[in-house]
């Protein structure tokens, strides 16, 4: 389809710049629209345009969110010359496929062609680290980077303040804040992070304190994205708070949008305890967020945590259900008790899913 737009279009327009064409993939994958996106660059090349490195690196990232890991590889071995660019882009793959042991031996195959780390490769390097459950390693990640004389942006903060919450050290993760607050303009959500951590050991007004800080650093826009939490009237005599649904959701989409999909869960699993006046659940639209992630990344545990998590905030539909028998089949895993589940919980799902339940089951011939 893209193609055939576009050689309409150029059939009835000016002739496009390879940069034109290129800004636009960029606004497609912006937008998530990343089999386009890869369609539009596939386009390009049918047209005899020449890939630039930074083009290839792009392209490999593209290649990698559509078709998987595997095509990814490919696709970069392919490559007659390889920049340092496509290299970062195909570290920063198997930090979001969760693959930190591929992820290193190329970090070892950089260092070994004297590529030298940036601020971006260190902070794919903690990604990796995060994505393989490993928090440990992202502070001495942290210090050789700092020893090396290569400077920190948010990203690196927030990753860094994360491993020390998700080791249960909150007092370095503040202590880390702290340290920043002295030398550098803090963003807003390292104050959202912090925050969402105190909720969660109902230090409410600790929780308030990092959101007031939090707001006095947005500018209007970022302002009128983010709700503060709102203590409830009892909270001075009873010592405890309450949030409401649309800081439920904003905390969540804000982790999501940054592929902390693991403190996103969490945020849906304190819901019950974070909104004590009335039930909550998930928005259709957050629900798919969800369940779109952990089939693209064949997380079939991860699915059975958040449908686990939906039972629990009685939520649980056919829309997850089928968002798990998608996962089960993109992971090429089978789990004949699925069915079963189907139907003790009384969900009736569409014949879509009733038909790909066979093959999840075993039963496909």
């Known amino acids: 389809m893209v193609a055939a737009e576009m050689d309409n279009y150029l059939r009835k327009r000016r002739p496009l710049s390879a940069d034109q064409i290129v800004a636009y993939v960029r606004k497609l994958r912006k937008f998530k629209s990343n089999p386009c996106a890869l369609e ?11 890939l630039t490195l930074e083009h290839q690196a792009l392209r490999l990232g593209l290649v990698s969110k559509v078709h998987g890991i595997q095509a990814a590889e490919e696709y970069f071995w392919s490559l007659p010359d390889k920049s340092k660019e496509t290299y ?14 591929k992820g290193l031996e190329l970090y070892e195959k950089m260092k070994a062609m004297d590529i030298v780390p940036d601020t971006l490769v260190y902070n ?49 993760a503040e202590k880390v804040l702290e340290e920043l607050e002295k030398v550098a303009p803090v963003h807003w959500s390292l104050y959202t992070l912090m925050a969402n951590s105190y909720i969660k050991l109902e230090l409410f007004g600790k929780s308030e304190v990092a959101l007031k800080k939090a707001e006095e650093v947005m500018d209007k826009a970022e302002l009128l994205s983010i709700l503060a939490i709102q203590p409830s009237k009892s909270f001075r005599s009873g010592n405890r708070g309450h949030c409401n649904g649309r800081t439920v959701y904003i905390f969540a989409e804000f982790y999501l949008d940054k592929s902390h999909v693991t403190a996103a869960l969490e945020i849906l699993r304190d ?33 059975e945590s958040f449908c686990e998590c939906l039972k629990k905030l009685e939520c649980l539909d056919a829309e997850a259900y089928g968002g798990m028998v998608r996962t089960y089949i993109a992971a090429g895993r089978t789990n004949p008790s699925i069915a079963q589940r189907i139907e003790d919980d009384g969900i009736h799902v569409g014949p879509e899913t009733t038909k790909l339940l066979e093959s999840v089951s075993g039963n496909s011939k």
């Open 271 to 303: 819901a019950k305890k974070m909104l004590t006046a009335h039930k909550w659940v998930p928005s259709e639209k957050l629900t798919s967020r969800f369940l779109k992630h952990y089939e693209e990344s064949k997380d079939v545990d991860g699915v």
């Open 124 to 172: 794919s390097l903690m990604t990796l680290y995060q994505k393989a459950d490993q928090p440990e390693k992202i502070p001495s990640t942290f210090e050789e980077m700092r020893e090396s004389g290569i400077s920190a942006n948010n990203f690196t903060y927030f990753t860094l303040i994360e491993s020390y919450i998700r080791m249960n050290d909150l007092e370095a």
């Open 88 to 101: 970062l882009c195909l570290l920063n793959c198997y930090g979001e496929h969760g693959m930190a042991c």
């Open 40 to 50: 539009l660059m596939d386009w390009m090349e049918s047209r005899g345009a020449k």
